[in-house]
């Protein structure tokens, strides 16, 4: 069975910094793209970065430079670290694991992070 477990979200001031955890369980974690999307109040769902299995990194133009993606093989599991956040960082946090093409992709059950102060 698989399992994406993501954590480490909560209410942060603007400014601030959090760091999120997906875990990951059931999957040959290693040969995943793994993905964060994000979805604001009221809007859809965003990509916000990847990172493929060859450790390749892409981000949406607005967390360019404040988010940085990343992944442990060993441990199955991939970190956001959110620097710099703003209150149009508030969202709820999905965890992908892309198996396309070919293979079931998978979502985490999402984690909210709140920019407020």
């Known amino acids: 069975q698989v399992h994406l477990v993501e954590s480490g979200g909560g209410l942060v001031r603007p400014g601030g910094s959090l760091s999120l955890t997906c875990a990951t369980s059931?999957?040959?974690?290693?040969?995943?793209?793994m993905a964060w999307y994000r979805r604001p109040p009221g809007k859809q769902r965003e990509l916000i970065t990847s990172i493929t299995d060859g450790g390749m990194t892409n981000y949406e133009d607005s967390v360019k430079g404040r988010f940085t993606i990343s992944r442990d093989n060993a441990k199955n599991t991939v970190y956001l670290q959110m620097n710099s956040l703003t209150p149009e960082d508030t969202a709820v946090y999905y965890c992908?694991?892309?198996?396309?093409?070919?293979?079931?992709?998978?979502w985490g059950q999402g984690t909210q992070v709140t920019v407020s102060s």
């Open positions: 992908f694991a892309d198996g396309r093409p070919g293979r079931n992709s998978f």
């Open positions: 059931g999957i040959s974690f290693s040969t995943y793209t």
